[in-house]
């Protein structure tokens, strides 16, 4: 089974994107956009605090009158995160986001993140992890190359 760390070792992007706590979602806002990413780690006094998302921003922010160059990140960011490890399995990583609805899980190896696995970064994973093994048995089924 493929593990987190594999997944990790192939992305040739693995930059973790931060702010400070107290900054404001509209400073958070700019970074995703930038980096085109979905979540930034938030961090206060060098330690990883919480988690700030899309996801946040639309359940916490403009819809409840809450304006993104007003508010603090740390008002609204999440800051129960599940972690995982990059021994992990992708499959393992599924499950975790379904049963704990999330789309980002930061790993972290000797107490540091060194990446984050989001929703599309996996789904991408395990489509390609179908598609190579759908590919062996065709070659399997053909007797065309297998195993090479």
Do not use: W
């Amino acid at each position: 089974m493929t593990t987190v760390r594999k997944l990790l070792d192939d992305k040739l992007n693995t930059k973790i994107h931060t702010i400070l706590a107290g900054e404001t979602v509209l400073d958070a806002l700019k970074i995703m956009a930038e980096a085109e990413t979905g979540a930034v780690l938030v961090t206060e006094d060098d330690k990883i605090v919480g988690i700030f998302t899309e996801r946040d921003y639309a359940r916490q922010g403009e819809v409840k009158g809450v304006y993104a160059k007003d508010t603090i990140v740390r008002d609204v960011m999440t800051n129960q995160m599940v972690m995982i490890k990059p021994e992990t399995t992708l499959q393992d990583c599924a499950e975790l986001m379904r049963q704990y609805r999330v789309r980002h899980l930061p790993v972290i190896e000797n107490e540091h993140v060194i990446g984050i696995v989001s929703i599309r970064g996996l789904a991408e994973a395990l489509l390609q992890q179908k598609q190579g093994a759908i590919v062996e048995l065709e070659k399997y089924i053909l007797g065309t190359g297998y195993g090479e």
